[in-house]
């Protein structure tokens, strides 16, 4: 007689045997239970949102983050507990010499198998989608925005009245491909903590470190050489006289890039992105405000040195120091955490007509007081308001009873531009975060472009002449000729 050789089936009942003796304990069931419940839990929560339901951040957190963990807690729960019960059997001789046979026959049984198998689809594609989920929420600018509101609030304000209020906080801080996800979640783990345990600084220091070059963020959407050409600047200003005399500055930016036509680098983009050229440099402070020593490679090869007029160390050490690669947010380092400064803040509320500039001092008070210093956004939306209405009515009292809802407006105007740009709670005030595009208040274009940064011998110099950049067609001009001709009158 041969012995029939053993099928697949024999083979799965051999394997579940054992399963279903040692399955039957406490922790495994615990396991079960926790599964089921927060899977439907889960399927309930996916179904509402599939049908327009929104879920808020902290709601968020649960849902994607919390009942998925519970679920694959559970899930794990299961085959420890048959793990636990095969050990403890084992330690006390307990352990059947042959687990007991599973009769197919048994209608009871045969429902129960089936269950299983089912419940294991179902629960792979909810595993799946839970994972999918989570991940996507993670990436989600609810989740990066608002979820530490308190700690996000600065950075996600200003963005959202930047011109990138429609790309994904992630687009920039993560950007595609495997290890830069990884990593985000690694130090994003170490962010939660550090929230959690109160041990983030405040103000959030910026640079950020690691942030991933632009040629990996940026880049995906904006072409460095697209030409620009030259860009027409137009700003108001407003004058803190008592009738807010309003002048115009009119540049004209040589933002440049690749002449389409002659295929030349032209203007700012064209010199500092054209490809094969490179800035290395280094810089004296953690803001990388005071740069002592750069690397210009130009694209024919030629590497050229500039040092600062007033760097300290000898230039072997300056040479043998880690340099930074200059890159779009060298310049570009606020294209949406913009936070304003107080005078230009007003003078686009000036000629918006948020504030109204009929009436008298409205930009020098509306400047003394926005730099007033409050304990929170609280006390300042008050004191600004009694403040304000304080000055009219003291000191133009006619004015303050014929103009009450000018003044009223005004007053929402202030308490607006205080609380997108000053966060006591982090320590951020005016001029935390430096604006590295422009020369003023901030050294921006200045800290290479100062005309102090010149070869080691002397004989070439980082230029600094006002036309180097820009055009500037009129400066503080109540009527210049060039909007005058560009008006048509
Ligand atoms: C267009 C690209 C872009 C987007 C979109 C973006 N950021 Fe940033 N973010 C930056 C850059 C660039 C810096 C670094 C500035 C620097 O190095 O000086 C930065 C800095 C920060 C900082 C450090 C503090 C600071 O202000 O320098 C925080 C916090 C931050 N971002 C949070 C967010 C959050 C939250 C979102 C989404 C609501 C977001 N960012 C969206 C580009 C972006
Ligand atoms: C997901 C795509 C995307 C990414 C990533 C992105 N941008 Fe943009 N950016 C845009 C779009 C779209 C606009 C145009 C917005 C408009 O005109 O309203 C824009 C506009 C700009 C502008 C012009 C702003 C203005 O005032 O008109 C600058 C400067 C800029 N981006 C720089 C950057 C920098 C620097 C980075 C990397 C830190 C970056 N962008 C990343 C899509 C992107
Ligand atoms: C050397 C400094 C510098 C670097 C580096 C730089 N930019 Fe700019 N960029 C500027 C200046 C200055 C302007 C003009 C600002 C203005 O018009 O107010 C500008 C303008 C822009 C604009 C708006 C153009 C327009 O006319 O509307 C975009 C978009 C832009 N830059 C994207 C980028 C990207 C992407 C990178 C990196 C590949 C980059 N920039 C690197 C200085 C720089
Ligand atoms: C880290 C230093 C550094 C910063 C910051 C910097 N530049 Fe430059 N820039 C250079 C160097 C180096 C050159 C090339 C000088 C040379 O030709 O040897 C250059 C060249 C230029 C040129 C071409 C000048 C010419 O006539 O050939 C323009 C335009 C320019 N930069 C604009 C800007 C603007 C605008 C900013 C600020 C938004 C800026 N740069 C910030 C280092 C810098
Ligand atoms: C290295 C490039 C560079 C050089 C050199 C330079 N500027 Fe500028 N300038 C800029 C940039 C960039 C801006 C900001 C444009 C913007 O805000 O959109 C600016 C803005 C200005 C503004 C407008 C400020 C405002 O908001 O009203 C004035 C005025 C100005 N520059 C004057 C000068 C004068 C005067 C010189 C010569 C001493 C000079 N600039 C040299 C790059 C430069």
Same mark, same amino acid.
């Given at each position: 007689?041969?012995?029939?050789?053993?099928?697949?089936?024999?083979? @799965?009942?051999?394997?579940?045997?054992?399963?279903?003796?040692?399955?039957?304990?406490?922790?495994?069931?615990?396991?079960?239970?926790?599964?089921?419940?927060?899977?439907?839990?889960?399927?309930?929560?996916?179904?509402?949102?599939?049908?327009?339901?929104?879920?808020?951040?902290?709601?968020?957190?649960?849902?994607?983050?919390?009942?998925?963990?519970? $679920?694959?807690?559970?899930?794990?729960?299961?085959?420890?507990?048959?793990?636990?019960?095969?050990?403890?059997?084992?330690?006390?001789?307990?352990?059947?010499?042959?687990?007991?046979?599973?009769?197919?026959?048994?209608?009871?049984?045969?429902?129960?198998?089936?269950?299983?198998?089912?419940?294991?689809?179902? #629960?792979?594609?909810?595993?799946?989608?839970?994972?999918?989920?989570?991940?996507?929420?993670?990436?989600?600018?609810? $989740?990066?925005?608002?979820?530490?509101?308190?700690?996000?609030?600065?950075?996600?304000?200003?963005?959202?009245?930047?011109?990138?209020?429609?790309?994904?906080?992630?687009?920039?801080?993560?950007?595609?491909?495997?290890?830069?996800?990884?990593?985000?979640?690694?130090?994003?783990?170490?962010?939660?903590?550090?929230?959690?345990?109160?041990?983030?600084?405040?103000?959030?220091?910026?640079?950020?470190?690691?942030?991933?070059?632009?040629?990996?963020? !940026?880049?995906?959407?904006?072409?460095?050489?697209?030409?620009?050409?030259?860009?027409?600047?137009?700003?108001?200003?407003?004058?803190?006289?008592?009738?807010?005399?309003?002048?115009?500055?009119?540049?004209?930016?040589?933002?440049?890039?690749?002449?389409?036509?002659?295929?030349?680098?032209?203007?700012?983009?064209?010199?500092?992105?054209?490809?094969?050229?490179?800035?290395?440099?280094?810089?004296?402070?953690?803001?990388?405000?005071?740069?002592?020593?750069?690397?210009?490679?130009?694209?024919?090869?030629?590497?050229?040195?500039?040092?600062?007029?007033?760097?300290?160390?000898?230039?072997?050490?300056?040479?043998?120091?880690?340099?930074?690669?200059?890159?779009?947010?060298?310049?570009?380092?606020?294209?949406?955490?913009?936070?304003?400064?107080?005078?230009?803040?007003?003078?686009?509320?000036?000629?918006?007509?948020?504030?109204?500039?009929?009436?008298?001092?409205?930009?020098?008070?509306?400047?003394?007081?926005?730099?007033?210093? $409050?304990?929170?956004?609280?006390? @300042?939306?008050?004191?600004?308001?009694?403040?304000?209405?304080?000055?009219?009515?003291?000191?133009?009292?006619?004015?303050?009873? @014929?103009?009450?809802?000018?003044?009223?407006?005004?007053?929402?105007?202030?308490?607006?531009?205080?609380?997108?740009?000053?966060?006591?709670?982090? #320590?951020?005030?005016?001029?935390?975060?430096? #604006?590295?595009?422009?020369?003023?208040?901030?050294?921006? !274009?200045?800290?290479?472009?100062?005309?102090?940064?010149?070869?080691?011998?002397?004989?070439?110099?980082?230029?600094?002449?006002?036309?180097? !950049?820009? @055009?500037?067609?009129?400066?503080?001009?109540?009527?210049?000729?060039?909007?005058?001709?560009?008006?048509?009158?």
């Amino acid at each position: 007689m041969t012995a029939a050789r053993p099928s697949l089936f024999d083979w @799965a009942r051999g394997l579940a045997r054992p399963v279903f003796y040692l399955g039957n304990n406490r922790l495994s069931q615990l396991g079960v239970g926790l599964t089921t419940a927060s899977a439907i839990t889960l399927i309930t929560f996916y179904t509402t949102e599939f049908f327009g339901v929104r879920i808020g951040p902290y709601v968020g957190i649960i849902v994607f983050l919390i009942f998925p963990a519970v $679920f694959v807690f559970g899930l794990f729960l299961i085959p420890a507990g048959i793990g636990r019960k095969f050990r403890r059997e084992k330690l006390a001789g307990r352990l059947p010499p042959e687990y007991p046979r599973i009769n197919l026959a048994d209608p009871q049984l045969r429902e129960t198998i089936l269950f299983v198998m089912v419940m294991s689809g179902v #629960n792979l594609a909810l595993f799946l989608t839970a994972t999918y989920r989570g991940l996507h929420y993670m990436d989600s600018v609810q $989740f990066c925005g608002l979820t530490c509101h308190r700690v996000m609030q600065p950075e996600y304000t200003a963005y959202q009245n930047s011109p990138h209020a429609r790309v994904a906080c992630v687009e920039c801080h993560i950007g595609p491909g495997a290890p830069w996800f990884v990593r985000s979640k690694l130090s994003g783990a170490y962010q939660v903590l550090s929230v959690n345990l109160n041990l983030y600084s405040r103000p959030i220091p910026t640079p950020i470190e690691d942030l991933r070059p632009s040629r990996e963020t !940026c880049e995906q959407c904006h072409w460095p050489l697209k030409f620009h050409g030259d860009k027409l600047v137009v700003r108001s200003h407003f004058a803190d006289d008592e009738a807010n005399t309003k002048t115009y500055t009119v540049l004209s930016m040589h933002t440049g890039g690749l002449d389409p036509l002659t295929r030349e680098p032209r203007g700012n983009h064209g010199v500092h992105l054209q490809p094969g050229s490179r800035i290395d440099y280094l810089a004296a402070d953690h803001e990388r405000q005071q740069i002592v020593y750069l690397r210009y490679r130009r694209p024919d090869g030629d590497l050229i040195e500039y040092i600062a007029a007033d760097a300290a160390q000898p230039i072997e050490e300056l040479r043998a120091s880690p340099l930074r690669e200059m890159d779009c947010m060298d310049c570009h380092n606020r294209p949406t955490h913009t936070f304003e400064n107080p005078g230009w803040a007003l003078d686009q509320a000036l000629e918006a007509g948020r504030l109204d500039p009929a009436l008298p001092f409205t930009k020098k008070q509306g400047l003394e007081l926005l730099q007033l210093s $409050f304990a929170s956004q609280a006390e @300042a939306s008050s004191q600004l308001r009694t403040r304000l209405r304080d000055f009219y009515r003291s000191q133009y009292p006619a004015l303050f009873n @014929a103009r009450r809802q000018a003044i009223e407006q005004a007053a929402d105007t202030l308490v607006d531009i205080y609380s997108r740009n000053v966060f006591p709670q982090m #320590n951020i005030f005016w001029g935390t975060y430096p #604006n590295n595009l422009g020369h003023d208040p901030f050294p921006g !274009c200045f800290r290479c472009h100062d005309g102090a940064h010149s070869t080691p011998d002397g004989s070439r110099t980082i230029p600094n002449d006002c036309s180097t !950049c820009h @055009a500037l067609l009129a400066y503080e001009d109540a009527n210049p000729d060039i909007l005058r001709s560009l008006r048509g009158n």
